[in-house]
């Protein structure tokens, strides 16, 4: 039998995956049968490549060692008196939806057909079947398994989204500084796409501290919002020279008013669906049109300072959150660390019960140089201790992907 079945000499081969995914070595089979079980196992088990996990003639106890094995492929015997058969065949589909079923019956009937179609069948044998034909339904079965293996590889090795929002009720913290840096951080990181929208309506400055011309801002955005989609949204975004996009806040202040709270949620939606991160640059202010912004956010940064202001600003902005249902998403972030009056980041997560995520210390001048030269940080100063922050920062909001395949991922681990 072996000489008659090429496909499954060269199984190893098959079923192997790169050496940073899990290899399987056989493709593992069940058979719950109470007619031909054992002589179908006998037959099987000659077969290089095909692992028997066990055989059953008991419904209850062949979903049992389903549960226990978790087999690649599942032979199915529907004849089971009464509709025990039916049950199990739905049971299996519903629990293994990952295992190739195969069902064995006596006679092909219109009913065991639509079974099939229903549960996602892969193949129907009648019985008894000779070597021939269980030698083709095991070959289908293995190929469509391995079809599987390698859609559901692809689906796991699929781009990831994040939207990170960064926000402060206190102006002159660093706020923006923060989120141009750490978009600029993820993207040289990742490789990713990654988006900043300025959502400062009144007086945002985002793309004057990246260096980008005004062309678009998010009034104009807001003025096509019924035909806008992932393509035309590149558009209204400015490109700097790190590849971050950047959509503005509006040219004049008079604008604000037109953007309107259903805009910025319809806007992060489908922006949240074009980049890999986007990262919105929140005003220091309470404003309606900033909860989409929050409600969106898988991760919400506060940025605060240590003084006695700021802290207090920052117990206020948890409180908000706390009655927003939000302030799990919360991290905070304490910029321009230095001398504080005596605060230190103990008293600070004591006070307010949450760790501090990063501590980004006190560069002024590198800073006032940043915005006069339109050259943030992070790209002018990669390798200061600054720098470094940012790198670090950027690393704990990478999604759980992008941060198991970043090399700065390890960096930071190295640094602890």
């Known amino acids: 039998m072996a000489a008659k079945l090429p496909f499954l000499a060269s199984i190893g081969a098959l079923c192997s995956i790169r050496k940073e ?10 058979i719950i049968d109470p007619s031909q ?39 199915l015997n529907v004849d089971f008196q009464g509709d025990k058969g039916v ?12 295992a190739g079923l195969v069902f064995l019956t006596g006679s092909e009937t219109s009913r065991v057909l639509r079974l099939a179609l229903d549960t996602g069948a892969k193949d ?7 070597d021939d034909k269980l030698e083709r339904t095991v070959e289908r079965a293995i190929q469509q398994h391995m ?17 990170i929002t960064v926000f402060s009720t206190k102006g002159g913290v660093g706020k923006t500084t923060v989120a141009l840096n750490l978009a600029l951080a993820i993207r040289s990181i990742t490789g990713g796409t990654v988006a900043l929208v300025d959502l400062d309506l009144f007086s945002g400055n985002l793309a004057l501290m990246a260096g980008v011309p005004w062309k678009h801002s998010i009034k104009d955005l807001v003025d096509d919002i019924n035909t806008l989609d992932e393509e035309s949204l590149h558009g209204y975004c400015a490109e700097g020279r790190s590849g971050v996009r950047i959509l503005s806040a509006p040219v004049h202040p008079d604008f604000a008013g037109f953007v309107q709270p259903e805009h910025v949620q319809t806007l992060l939606g489908i922006m949240n669906r074009a980049f890999n991160y986007v990262i919105v640059d929140a005003p220091s202010y309470v404003h309606d049109t900033v909860i989409p912004a ?11 300072t240590l003084d006695l202001a700021s802290v207090q600003n920052l117990k206020q902005c948890a409180e908000l959150l706390d009655r927003l249902s939000m302030r799990t998403k919360a991290r905070i972030v304490v910029n321009r660390a230095g001398y504080s009056g005596g605060l230190k980041v103990k008293d600070l997560e004591d006070e307010l019960g949450m760790p501090v995520e990063c501590v980004i210390p006190n560069n002024d001048k590198a800073a006032v140089d940043a915005v006069n030269l339109g050259e943030p940080l992070f790209a002018s100063a990669r390798n200061s201790l600054v720098g470094r922050r ?27």
């Open 390 to 416: 940012f790198e670090e920062l950027a690393v704990k909001m990478l999604t759980d992907e992008d941060r198991l395949q970043s090399p700065a991922a390890s960096r930071a681990a190295r640094r602890k």
């Open 294 to 304: 929050l409600e969106k956010a898988d991760e919400i940064l506060l940025i605060t």
């Open 37 to 75: 079980g054992a002589s179908l196992e006998g037959r099987l088990r000659k077969y290089p490549g095909i692992d028997v996990v066990g055989t059953s003639d008991s419904p209850d106890v062949g979903f049992t060692m389903a549960e226990r094995y978790r087999p690649d492929i599942v032979m």
């Open 124 to 130: 129907v044998v009648i019985l008894p079947v000779d």
């Open 147 to 163: 079809r599987r293996a390698a859609h559901l590889g692809e689906r796991k090795r699929a781009p990831q989204f994040k939207t």
């Open 87 to 98: 049950s199990l065949a739905e049971a299996l589909a519903a629990e293994f939806p990952d």
């Open 21 to 30: 995914e899990i290899v399987l070595n056989k493709v593992s089979l069940l």
